[in-house]
């Protein structure tokens, strides 16, 4: 069973995004690459799964929260 992925994560930048197994961004063991997979999170900002197809269902979306204000 697949992990769920965070919408939210509190530190993103902590871990590689590029594959089931979420490894820490010093200890990479996948292979994908010399560098660490961002999160969209960190591109996109906290509306990420607003913009653009990321295969989530209607009902999904519906359940999620609603992004972070800016302070």
């Known amino acids: 069973m697949k992990r769920r992925f965070p919408l939210l994560p509190a530190h993103p930048e902590r871990v590689c995004w590029g594959c089931d197994k979420y490894c820490a961004a010093h200890d990479l063991q996948c292979g994908n690459g ?38």
């Not at 990420?48 to 979306?61: P, V």
């Open 34 to 71: 010399s560098g660490r997979t961002q999160h969209p999170v960190e591109m996109l900002g906290d509306d990420w799964y607003l913009q653009g197809d990321w295969g989530f269902s209607d009902d999904e979306l519906a359940a999620m929260p609603a992004p972070r204000q800016p302070r």
